[in-house]
């Protein structure tokens, strides 16, 4: 239930802050329609780096039979997950393929050929209550569960975190502030159950006391849903937030919620938070009560070219033309083709893409949703950027700066504080690409970093190898140094014993003389 | 080929949209202008708006670029019309002509064009015009609403034909010129001051600045779309009105009354269409704040002191000046940082 108190603050909050935008939601039809399983396509491809950290290491080989819910691919180092078989069938090998990139760059995934029979490995099931919490963070790292919300951070490491540092707080971040997914919206109404409990089972593995469920207020059977599931329990709040953009980004979420500002060099554990995405703790619930590994997510396929919008539930590695043909194909002219929501989603060039751990959205747009002029206009310094900053960064200024090539000064007034979430752009009426500008920024500056430490380990590099070098030069010069002077010892030895064979006479001569 | 990156979306607002809205803000009070004053302030709003767009076409010509396209975003037009509106609106047509093209060429171009000029084009454009043509600039007329034939308003906006029995006095230039033969204001008030007229604009002044209501109005439905926000009008009107209230306290005979001074001269066309122009206004919240009560009381204090019975024009300019001073020192702060810039610490 929400508080009274509560909601006087956040109706003062609407009133204050004022940061965000309100695009145009275009979450129907596809928020109307059942999550709808899709039928198995007939190769999935999955690739090695689904999540932020090391890519997985292969287990598989080429021709191998391989169940539902197999390990094929193994986490590498600290942060990183691990990958199962979405199905059962063979292995068809490793192969370089385009994945979901920026540059439409490939990486190495592997191919895995449905044999139909989703015949799945004997499952592990626990009850997360008599389990030790850093047992249930073990579980859900082995489940290779990752942010399920578009960052796909591993979930494990998140919670392991729990048990180093204390951790009142669990946010679930039902916001979806992305135009057009309704993925979470769906899951919430349809699995509000799961959802609670994947957040108690968060709760128990980071030893955190209340949750909190943040749901956007244009989600509202959601919110019946999620309030219908927590009515018994007293350490589950749902609470409704504006529909703000980006209401759904963590720092957002969590200072509306608990009036506190993540600090801007910390993270959320600085102030006892955490935030996790409901598909997330759905996953997590999974997991734990069924030993599911997370090989299946639900997708939003939207956008005015798309024939039926609707959400699917997805196996992890199915092509995204699977996706749209499922969907009745497109109508008119697609003109762009989103992976992801519209405002932070990735363009994207080709529907041989497999959908990944961290995908919500497929959308194809048709040209007057781009809305997009022919090009930029001049900056009428109008200040919607600062205004709706929501982080109140000066996008105007940065871009100004960046522009002339001075990425000192961006940084000097806050560029590195972006979280690029794009409401600058979007709110901007001469549609200057500003958050594209801080992207690049941010870019050039990481490639610069690691120019100067590569610049550094060469010149460490070199000025040991010159070191080196001089006391070897030493260590010989030295050595012959010495040598020689044993020579020359053995030499005045053999001389002066030489000397000592003949000295008698010489001696007695010397002392007869 | 550019990898396009998000957002792959778009608010519905350009350029050319914001200038429209404000032009339709403008419209109450302009049409109260054109039924106080009449023909000639018609055309000279015509030859204002023609003059400005001729100028912009000239400048996109000399720039290579496309002049209909840069006619397109509105922001020439709006420029000769806020212009149009602060001009006696019985000016001759060449005072209109040679301040659209000062405003436009000399204001808006010779700096780079749309969003780099540090001065208000209109603003620079009435000072310049009042400083080199202060007989045509300072000739008011009573209004007289639409007895004047067309024929004959020709005569005056094109021939010059103006005579003394037409013209008027504006209140703030009346009270000055008593003022100066050491008349008390409870005297030289009577008669002149009523709040009502001045609200709805019967009485002399600058074409647009006469309907304080409409103006008002017209500043309201931009705020409630979201054009401007109310902090430099508010902070604006209080600049003029606080010390008003105070001087006018202490001394009512040598101090006009607060409201006097924000229903007259172009107080309301200032706060609400002059100020919170984006190009040459702050950009941050506190800035916004600083610069409406900066303009408010420079105005208020040219005014009282200065030599020209109005000064909005002059205190626009000054605080213009001081906007990217203003910007740079009142950013916001960041979110998870202190004002300082140092990061927030861990409770």
Redesign the interface.
């Known amino acids: 239930m929400t508080m009274p108190a509560f909601s006087a603050r956040s109706t003062l909050r609407r009133l204050f802050q004022r940061w965000g935008a309100h695009p145009e939601g275009r979450k129907h039809p596809a928020a109307d329609t059942e999550i709808t399983p899709l039928p198995l396509p007939a190769q999935l491809i999955l690739p090695l780096a689904q999540h932020i950290g090391a890519p997985a290491r292969p287990l598989v080989q080429a021709g191998q039979q391989v169940l539902r819910g197999e390990l094929i691919a193994e986490a590498q180092g600290a942060i990183s997950a691990p990958l199962h078989a979405p199905t059962s069938g063979r292995i068809l090998g490793i192969a370089e393929v385009p994945v979901p990139h920026a540059s439409g760059l490939s990486g190495p995934a592997i191919l895995l050929e449905p044999d139909g029979l989703d015949e799945a490995l004997p499952p592990e099931i626990a009850d997360p209550f008599m389990l030790e919490p850093a047992d249930i963070a073990r579980r859900v790292a082995s489940a290779g569960i990752v942010g399920m919300g578009g960052a796909t951070f591993p979930s494990a490491v998140k919670l392991a975190l729990g048990q180093k540092t204390r951790i009142p707080t669990l946010i679930l971040n039902g916001g979806e502030c992305e135009p057009y997914l309704s993925c979470d919206d769906r899951l919430m109404r349809e699995r509000a159950p799961e959802v609670v409990d994947g957040a108690r089972i968060i709760l128990r593995a980071i030893g955190g006391e209340r949750a909190m469920i943040g749901v956007e207020d244009n989600k509202p059977e959601a919110i019946a849903a999620l309030r219908e599931a927590a009515a018994d329990l007293a350490d589950v709040e749902v609470v409704t937030v504006p529909s703000r953009y980006p209401m759904g980004s963590e720092k957002q979420l969590i200072s509306w919620l608990t009036g506190r500002e993540i600090p801007a060099e910390g993270r959320p554990a600085d102030i006892g938070v955490m935030v996790q995405n409901v598909g997330t703790a759905a996953a997590i619930h999974r997991a734990i009560r069924f030993g599911e590994p997370l090989t299946r997510r639900i997708v939003t396929v939207s956008g005015g070219a798309i024939r039926t919008p609707r959400n699917l539930e997805v196996r992890i590695g199915t092509p995204l033309s699977a996706l749209v043909e499922f969907c009745g194909g497109t109508t008119g002219t697609v003109a762009r083709w989103v992976m992801g929501g519209p405002m932070m989603g990735l363009a994207i060039r080709s529907l041989d893409i497999p959908v990944i751990k961290g995908s919500g959205g497929l959308l194809a747009l048709v040209e007057s949703e781009l809305a997009a002029l022919p090009e930029p206009g001049p900056c009428i310094r109008c200040a919607s950027c600062v205004g709706a900053c929501p982080i109140g960064l000066m996008p105007l200024d940065m871009a100004a700066l960046i522009r002339n090539g001075d990425l000192k000064a961006s940084v000097d007034i806050g560029l590195k504080d972006c979280i690029s979430c794009g409401t600058c752009s979007f709110v901007c009426p001469s549609q200057i690409p500003l958050v594209q500008y801080f992207n690049h920024a941010k870019g050039e500056l990481a490639a610069q970093d690691r120019n100067r430490m590569k610049q550094d380990a060469i010149k460490q590099l070199v000025e040991a190898r010159e070191s080196r070098m001089e006391r070897e030069a030493r260590e010989k010069a030295e050595a012959a140094a010495r040598r020689k002077a044993e020579r020359e010892r053995a030499k005045a030895a053999a001389a002066q014993a030489a000397a000592a064979k003949s000295a008698p006479a010489t001696n007695t001569e010397e002392t007869t003389a | 080929m550019n990898?396009?990156?998000?957002?792959?979306?778009?608010?519905?607002?350009?350029?050319g949209?914001?200038m429209l809205l404000v032009m339709l803000a403008l419209t109450p009070a302009t049409l109260a202008g054109f039924w106080h004053f009449g023909w000639p302030a018609v055309m000279l709003w015509c030859v204002t708006i023609l003059t400005a767009l001729f100028a912009e076409a000239f400048c996109a010509r000399m720039a290579e670029r496309s002049a209909s396209a840069m006619i397109a975003?509105g922001?020439a037009m709006l420029t000769g019309w806020l212009l149009a509106l602060s001009l006696p609106p019985w000016a001759p047509w060449w005072i209109a002509a040679a301040g659209a093209a000062f405003a436009v060429v000399v204001g808006k171009h010779a700096f780079g064009?749309?969003?780099?000029n540090l001065f208000n084009p209109a603003m620079a454009a009435r000072v310049m015009l009042l400083i080199s043509f202060p007989v045509e600039m300072t000739q008011w007329v009573a209004p007289q609403a639409t007895d004047l034939p067309p024929l004959a308003a020709l005569g005056v906006t094109f021939g010059g034909n103006i005579t003394d029995a037409m013209t008027s006095a504006s209140l703030l230039g009346h009270v000055k010129a008593e003022a100066s033969r050491g008349i008390a204001l409870s005297q030289s008030l009577t008669g002149f001051w009523d709040p009502q007229a001045f609200g709805f604009g019967q009485r002399a002044g600058s074409l647009g600045e006469t309907s304080a209501l409409l103006l008002v109005g017209g500043g309201i439905f931009l705020a409630a779309l979201r054009i401007i926000?109310l902090r430099i009008p508010t902070a604006f009107m209080l600049g003029v009105a606080l010390p008003a209230i105070l001087a006018n306290f202490l001394a009512p005979d040598s101090y006009l009354p607060p409201l006097a001074h924000l229903l007259t001269g172009g107080v309301m066309l200032g706060a609400f269409f002059i100020a919170t122009d984006?190009?040459t206004?702050?950009?941050?919240?506190l800035g916004q704040w600083i610069f409406g009560l900066g303009c408010g009381a420079l105005t208020w204090i040219i005014r009282t002191w200065g030599a020209y019975p109005e000064g909005i024009a002059f205190a626009v300019l000054l605080m213009n000046s001081a906007v990217p001073l203003i910007?740079r020192a009142t950013?916001?702060?960041?979110?998870?940082?202190r004002r300082d810039g140092h990061?927030?610490?861990?409770?």
């Open positions: 990898p396009i990156s998000s957002p792959h979306a778009h608010g519905a607002r350009s350029v949209r914001v975003d922001s064009g749309l969003g780099q926000t984006y190009v206004s702050p950009s941050t919240p910007d950013r916001p702060r960041i979110f998870g940082r990061s927030l610490t861990a409770p």
